[in-house]
């Protein structure tokens, strides 16, 4: 199999490894919109997503009055050697992705990035257990790595993926509002899935970042419909709303930059304590359905960045 190095012009300013200067520094309490206090990411990660190697996972809180923003974000970690590049662009010197036989294979560490608001005990295993997935179905192993990073940090421009996940009403800064749409203009992909109550905060969230733009139903011929496992439709895993479950997107030049899926909690379906059970009580079906989506949406990613990195090292192969 062929190690597929990353082009440069697809990699992150050697810049962005030194201080930040006045760029914030990853929050170490964070709070509610009502100022009351939580515990800062070491204990997000205690409570939470470490526990899903070694035991099982704490009972979720009961949900608050005001319940901001769940954000789970999880950084792609790539293990190549690369030329820096221009700013605001991805990092991609840590990724070993390559064709065998026409089939994606390869090995990816993530990393858990968390926002400025943050209900740390909601889901903490949902990625964890997709990711567990992704490396049982398919020829990708992911591994995880840990690590705190704000939204407003040039830190975030090493997540090729954000996956989000919100409950209530939220709103972010102008500085992070900013950073995001560099952050997808820079080739960046966010899943957003709105587990009941969050929607008009994410559809307010994405019209900011992408003022031009508007999000549009996926059409069912799209390829996180369609492989590696073909399937009719966005599955229906909670009833949150009363309506059809639906996948909206934007693209980029061709390219699917933003996933919102609506009244469905596909991440509801991914969570499992660290014995392999899972923390809700959903029917077999639809926990295989929730982890058929996860993984066609994941391999969509990952194929379409390798598809760009190839694309551009052609490219500049020419050019020399």
């Not at 009833?239 to 996933?259: H, M, N, Q």
Request: one cysteine or more; aromatic letters at 10%; glycine letters at 6%.
């Amino acid at each position: 199999m062929n190690k597929l190095s990353p082009p440069s012009s697809l990699l992150l300013d050697a810049s962005r490894d030194a201080p930040r200067g006045s760029r914030p520094q990853p929050v170490g309490r964070l709070r509610r919109a009502t100022g009351t206090s939580l515990h800062g990411p070491a204990d997000l990660l205690s409570n939470g997503v470490q526990q899903f190697s070694s035991a099982p996972s704490p009972k979720p809180q009961a949900p608050s009055l005001v319940r901001p923003l769940l954000f789970s974000f999880f950084i792609l970690h790539f293990s190549l050697i690369a030329a820096a590049a221009a700013a605001n662009t991805l990092d991609l010197r840590r990724v070993r992705l390559a064709r065998d036989d026409g089939r994606l294979a390869g090995e990816v560490t993530y990393s858990l990035v968390v926002g400025t608001f943050y209900e740390w005990n909601t889901d903490p295993t949902a990625i964890p257990g997709l990711f567990s997935e992704v490396s049982r179905r398919t020829a990708v192993k992911l591994r995880a790595d840990f690590a705190t990073v704000s939204l407003d940090s040039d830190e975030l421009f090493r997540n090729p993926f954000l996956i989000m996940t919100g409950n209530r009403f939220f709103s972010l800064s102008d500085e992070e509002i900013a950073n995001l749409r560099a952050y997808v203009q820079a080739g960046g992909f966010i899943y957003a899935d709105d587990c009941g109550g969050a929607d008009w905060s994410f559809r307010h969230m994405i019209s900011k970042i992408l003022p031009d733009r508007k999000l549009e139903e996926i059409p069912k011929t799209h390829a996180i419909f369609t492989r590696p496992t073909a399937i009719p439709a966005v599955p229906k895993i909670l009833d949150l709303y009363g309506t059809e479950a639906k996948a909206f997107g934007i693209f980029i030049d061709g390219r699917l930059a933003v996933l919102y899926t609506y009244d469905t909690d596909i991440p509801c379906g991914w969570e499992k304590h660290a014995d392999g059970s899972f923390v809700h009580v959903l029917t077999p079906q639809k926990h295989e359905d929730s982890f058929v989506f996860g993984v066609n949406v994941i391999m969509h990613i990952l194929d379409d960045l390798h598809g760009r990195i190839t694309k551009n090292k052609e490219t500049t192969d020419e050019g020399k």
